[in-house]
């Protein structure tokens, strides 16, 4: 893991919601909880990836979301994440959502941790 991961650090994505992100528990056309835990997830991923050495890769370790507005299928939604720890190989971020039409549909915490991919394996 390179020194230039550090807090402060963020990127915001927009991505377009699917059908395939529908609750598909509801016969209404809303944006589930775990498509919106998995966009965080993601731009978490992609903000820490340019700061990785050969060979390593990132994990998720914890994730604490509230899903406060729901969004419609079809719908933009804005996820942004930024860093707010860095302990060891472990990674703190702050993550939050906002639909096109400016609402915070979601916010919470996530936590990552750095491995090396030859290294990890599921036992």
């Known amino acids: 893991m390179k ?16 059908a395939q992100m529908r609750a ?6 809303v944006f589930s909880t775990p498509a919106m835990i998995g966009l965080m997830e993601g731009t978490c991923v992609r903000l820490t ?5 050969e ?3 990132t994990v998720g370790m ?8 729901p969004t419609k299928i079809g719908q933009s939604v804005t996820v942004t994440a930024e860093i707010l720890e860095v302990e060891g190989n472990k ?11 400016g609402v915070k549909i979601g916010e919470g915490k996530h936590r990552r941790a750095v491995v090396r991919i030859k ?4 036992k």
């Open 62 to 69: 914890h994730v604490n979301v509230h899903h406060l507005a």
């Open 24 to 29: 598909s528990q509801l016969s209404a056309d």
């Open 3 to 18: 020194s230039e991961l550090k807090p402060g650090l963020s990127r915001t994505q927009t991505y377009e919601t699917t």
């Open 55 to 57: 060979g390593e890769n």
């Open 91 to 101: 990674i703190r971020y702050a993550v939050s959502a906002i639909n096109d039409a």
């Open 49 to 53: 990836a340019p700061y990785l050495d």
């Open 119 to 122: 290294n990890f394996a599921v």
